[in-house]
Structure formats: structure tokens, C-alpha cells
């Protein structure tokens, strides 16, 4: 399903100057149909009321869906770019990590739809997430 078999390292090993680096996303898997990733809770992710912030769920499920988008083109000629997100946030988190895995529904040539599925630490999914991703020539 990939383009090119990236790793672990290679992702974890991209700029951190972004959004996701702010926030201390990590990968953690690829597999043959999916990846993952984990995103501390904690005061940069907080919401006032002291849970995981509904944007900062989103963040991380857009994250894996646009690395995921990326790993299915050839980057030489296609840029991913998002084209619609949204989130269902189903329970609070405190504290801890959480894990989203991100999964595809639909990989095109010129569309591609992922479904991200956040957990907490004891394995409650507490966000899910589809990314609509269009697929474009690379600006010259």
C-alpha cells in the first residue's frame, strides 16, 4: 500500500519546527494497512478544564492521516493536502498518552479518506476522526 517502506525512525526523525513537534508526536507503528502514533496530555494539550483538548485530538488525527497520505504518493510529483477533517470526542482524558491509529477507508489517485481511532492508556477510544485528503500536482 506504501509508496516507499519509510520507518519509524525516519518519521520521528522529520523536522520538529511544526505543530506535531510542538506537541511531542510520536510514531510508533507502521504496518502493512495503518499506522500509529501518541501524543502526551498534559498542560500543552489541556484544555482549561484541565482534559485533552478536542483540537489537540484533532491535531494528532491529522497528523497521522497526512503522514499516512504522504507514505501512498510519490512525493517527487503529488502533494497531499487536506481537504476536510472532523472528530467525534467520545470521553475525557486526564493524563497519560494517548495512541491513535490510522487506518484507510478509501486511497485514490486523486482522493483519499482515513479513519484515526484514538485511545487512552487503558485502551478507551476517546476520539474518532476521518480526514479527507485531495491528492495534487506538485507545485513547480
Same mark, same amino acid.
Given at each position: 500500500? #506504501?509508496?516507499?517502506?519509510?520507518?519509524?525512525?525516519?518519521?520521528?526523525?522529520?523536522?520538529?519546527?511544526?505543530?506535531?513537534?510542538?506537541?511531542?508526536? $510520536?510514531?510508533?507503528?507502521?504496518? =502493512?494497512?495503518?499506522?500509529?502514533?501518541?501524543?502526551?496530555?498534559?498542560?500543552?494539550?489541556?484544555?482549561?478544564?484541565?482534559?485533552?483538548?478536542?483540537? =489537540?485530538? %484533532?491535531?494528532?488525527?491529522?497528523?497521522?492521516?497526512?503522514? =499516512?497520505?504522504?507514505?501512498?504518493?510519490?512525493?517527487?510529483?503529488?502533494?497531499?493536502?487536506?481537504?476536510?477533517?472532523?472528530?467525534?470526542?467520545?470521553?475525557? %482524558?486526564?493524563?497519560?498518552?494517548?495512541?491513535?491509529?490510522? $487506518?484507510?477507508?478509501?486511497?485514490?489517485?486523486?482522493?483519499? %479518506? #482515513?479513519?484515526?481511532?484514538?485511545?487512552? =492508556? #487503558?485502551?478507551?477510544?476517546?476520539?474518532?476522526?476521518?480526514?479527507? %485528503?485531495?491528492?495534487?500536482?506538485?507545485?513547480?
Amino acid at each position: 500500500m #506504501w509508496f516507499k517502506n519509510f520507518t519509524v525512525d525516519e518519521l520521528n526523525n522529520r523536522p520538529k519546527n511544526h505543530l506535531g513537534g510542538l506537541l511531542d508526536i $510520536k510514531f510508533t507503528e507502521i504496518g =502493512a494497512d495503518f499506522i500509529s502514533g501518541t501524543m502526551p496530555v498534559d498542560e500543552r494539550t489541556h484544555q482549561p478544564a484541565g482534559i485533552l483538548h478536542g483540537g =489537540a485530538s %484533532v491535531v494528532l488525527a491529522e497528523t497521522l492521516g497526512s503522514i =499516512a497520505s504522504y507514505m501512498c504518493i510519490d512525493p517527487e510529483k503529488y502533494v497531499a493536502v487536506g481537504l476536510e477533517v472532523n472528530a467525534n470526542h467520545l470521553r475525557p %482524558v486526564k493524563s497519560g498518552l494517548v495512541t491513535g491509529i490510522c $487506518k484507510p477507508l478509501h486511497v485514490g489517485a486523486k482522493t483519499q %479518506v #482515513w479513519e484515526i481511532k484514538i485511545y487512552d =492508556a #487503558w485502551g478507551k477510544m476517546n476520539c474518532i476522526s476521518r480526514l479527507t %485528503v485531495a491528492i495534487i500536482n506538485k507545485p513547480q
